[in-house]
């Protein structure tokens, strides 16, 4: 399950899926790009 999570992950990263990121994300997650721009769940 985690395999598949952290690949379905990815997947999202590379295809550029903003929808399908946040989908993966838990509510305690803060995504980091790499222009150090954070958002989570909550950010609109």
Excluded: P, Y
Excluded at 2 to 19: G, K, P, Y
Excluded at 22 to 41: E, K, P, Q, V
Aim: glycine share 0%; aromatic share 10%.
């Amino acid at each position: 399950m985690i395999r598949e999570t952290a690949l379905a992950f990815v997947d999202a990263i590379n295809s550029h899926d903003a929808d399908k990121i946040t989908t993966l994300m838990t509510d305690d997650h803060t995504f980091i790009d790499a222009w150090h721009i954070s958002w989570n769940r909550n950010t609109q």
